[in-house]
Nanobody, 126 residues
């Protein structure tokens, strides 16, 4: 299974910004969405955002709406998640993923997700 290549993340103070990037080398994204999940220890993985390569639709979890912005560069097969006004509760490991849009929304079900990144830590702390 081809892996996604993630970069970005790190540590920042509350109110700060970080950017995550995800590359999908050799993967056909035409019919799928690319986006991010996040997970904190002891909790389940939750969808954060996706962008569809099929119809350019975008979705954000309510908890990040207005603060995070997702974009894609179809020519380079990459996606970026710009995170601003970060809060301590945004602290998590963020995973890039490719799959049908509905797989990012609602109760976590990995069955439809086709590709994953290795995960990158985002820490928001003063």
């Amino acid at each position: 299974q081809l892996q996604l290549v993630e970069s970005g993340g790190g540590s920042v103070q509350p109110g700060g910004s970080l950017r995550l990037s995800c590359a999908a080398p050799g993967i056909t994204l035409k019919y799928y969405a690319i986006g991010w999940f996040r997970q904190v220890p002891g909790k389940g993985r939750e969808g954060v955002s996706y962008i569809s390569y099929f119809d350019d639709s975008i979705w954000y979890a309510d908890s990040v709406k207005g603060r995070f912005t997702i974009s894609a560069d179809k020519a380079k097969n990459t996606a970026t998640l710009q995170m601003t006004s970060l809060k301590p509760e945004d602290t998590a490991v963020y995973y890039c993923a490719v799959g049908p849009p509905l797989a990012f929304v609602g109760p976590y079900d990995p069955q439809g997700l086709r590709h994953w990144g290795h995960g990158t830590q985002v820490t928001v702390s003063s």
